[in-house]
């Protein structure tokens, strides 16, 4: 995204390399660096911007002008007819798109507030990274469910607002629960991403001059890093990392709710809340090792914040997703398989062998096989490139799986004369605006906001210390909180 | 006036208490069904039901409340006709899964007649109703099939469409993104009960008819009071070869299908 000569990895050696085997400077807590020169680094990460970066900025705006706003506009004036919902796929990839998002949006809860609450130390650079692929993913997942209705602009009418009739939202609905789950988790999560934010802001806002400066005035909301300022920030940080814990659990699983209540075969499995949870976090955490990589080639200083230990813990919590997520698939389909239900041994007979198969078994080759084959090794996880590529496909993966378990397992009902397969049409456009948006979202802020949490990093370097125990060099934390 | 609404018979899951038996329902002999679809044409002409062409209705976008499902044995040329003709709509569930999934109460039960309805101003088109709905009996408005311009004629300058002519003022006019499905003529039954009450006394069997079964030449369907023990359907319903579909999953459907003898 800024100026920067090298876009080939390996291409320049990365600060981690110039650094014996066993020196602890490799790793980032240990690797301290004079708190002025740390800011400095981070503003100069912000503000660098070369034409490349306005090039993709250029492209993906036109694409979020032709494929979200033109497009959806098109689609609301004249009518889901140029959508490829029929019957019996009346829903199509606006749920998938829906789904997937808030998956994506999963990441950045677990990663920033379950790391922070269990002190996961190699958290501390990418939070902030990962908070802002929540509040971007669930934009997405907002319109795409939008985008989804037959009658966009009467969609207030799913808002508990006083009116004449005295006609309220049915709340026995599961599409209500997810209203409110969801809304709940857009307002939850920006607060638990703009309360980290404000020490930077504040920086940021000492730094800056010109319209910036004003920016960040407003944001920072006059933090000056008092003790008591601080101590306050912290509560509401530890506050909010509990209280966003539970509504993401929920979110997904009342997502899930939306398939596993209904009637279906296919649809109709207690397993499904975990098993979206988990899978939520599976293309959650390979949409960060993607995002983490581009970051570290394209910006400035990156390298110095993340480094290979980060790619090497993420990717181990990768394989663990992925051996969970193996789980939950293995409990969804042997139950349903077992139990010999007409309807739904035609359904998995159609997922084996029908039209769609081949995303069936894609599904589970990038979402288990691979993370399962690849991911032991200590070399795949700690090359930057190689994570990147495994976590693309684990998203693929899990595009698929959303996409089988709406459109294609639709197309199987207990109406064998209605069954008929779904094709894409101007859902195709209308994905790919959404991907652009967020993208656009995350380039925007990757200039004005500090996408490394500065103080984060500082607080974890002066925490941890090499101390002599014997004759071993034991790296220690001193726990500030 | 002040109206209320109870949450635990209106769309919610509490409506099984009351609808054990139900008031209208319907039988289909299918013996005698020959797969002619009068009566989907003569339900397209009763219920203002726009036509949607043929590319759409290939893609499985008919907008048909009721339809003929075939069933055969074989690939073409070698087919079989196996499980004859089958005519599937809303089966008026007395517990319907429906119900109870739409967000804004577009899909209510009615308590005076027991049946599903749809109240299209009401609709914002999640089409949650029609993926719970296990017979795929509900159709999506998916465009204003109606005034699509290469349906009208050019008429000193303005679109005119000659078949507005042909629309059924009893019954109103779908828009597009609004859900839709069979209300067993319920403008019929209402026309009925009012004719009834001006001449106290209660509806008589076989008084009216749907535009289903009345348009039937092979007489298969059959449509009348279920509580009552004495009507046709009842009578039909109960001589032994009456099934419902997908009795297992408590729907309640009120619609029986006499099968081959």
Known sequence: MAVLSKYLPGAKKAREDHFE??????????????????????MESMH??????????????????????YAWGYMIAEGLWVAGVMRPAYWGIFLVNTVFWIGISHAGTFISAILRVFKAEFRRPFTRAAELMTTFGLIQAGASIFMHLGRVWLSYWMFPLPNQRELWPNFHSPLMWDLLAITTYVLGSTMYLYLPLIPDLAMARDRSTGWRKTFYRILALGFRGTEGEWRHLHTAMNFFAF????????????????FAMAMRPGWSSSVFGPYFVLGALHSGMGAVAIVLFIMRYTMKHMDYFIRKEHFDALGKLMMMVSFTYAYFIFNDYIIQWYGGNLATDNLLHWLEEGPMSWMFYQMILFNIVIPFAVLWIPKVRQTPWLLAIVGLLINIGMYWERYIIIPVMLTINN????????????????????????????????????????????????AHTMRKIGKANVSTISDFE | MQMTVDLNRVGAKGAIAEAAEGKWGMSIDRDLCTGCQACVAACAMENNISFVGEEDAGYGRTQHWIRIERFWEGAYPNVKIAGGYQPMMCQQCGHAPCEPV?????????????????????????????NNCPYQARSFNWRDYHTMPERGNMVNGKLVFPLHNQFNPDVTVRRRGVMEKCTFCIQRIHKAQDKAKSEGREVMDGEFAPACAQACPADAITFGRIDHKDSLVSQRSNEGRGVKHLEDLNTLPRVTYLKEG
Not at chain 1, 243 to 258: E, L
Not at chain 1, 425 to 433: A, M, P, Q, S, V
Request: net charge negative; proline share 7%.
């Open chain 1, 415 to 462: 109406m064998p004369f209605t069954w008929k397969l779904y094709e894409p049409r101007i859902e195709i456009y209308l994905t790919i605006g959404t991907f652009a948006l967020f993208l656009l979202f995350y380039m925007a802020a990757s200039r004005l906001i500090p996408l490394i949490p500065v103080w984060e990093v500082q607080e974890g370097q002066m």
């Open chain 1, 21 to 42: 085997k066993d020196d602890p400077r490799q790793y980032l807590m240990h690797d301290p660096i004079p708190r002025g020169q740390m800011n400095e680094m981070v």
């Open chain 2, 102 to 130: 739409c967000p804004v109460f577009a899909t209510p039960h009615s308590d005076a007649e027991q049946l599903n309805l749809q109240v299209y101003n009401r609709c914002i088109g999640t089409r949650y109703c029609a």
């Open chain 1, 243 to 258: 209280a966003i814990i539970p509504v993401m659990f929920s979110v997904h699983t009342i997502v899930s709710w939306d």
């Open chain 1, 48 to 69: 660098v911007t070369s034409w490349k970066f306005w090039m993709v900025f250029g492209i993906l705006s036109v694409l979020v002008a032709v494929c979200f706003f």
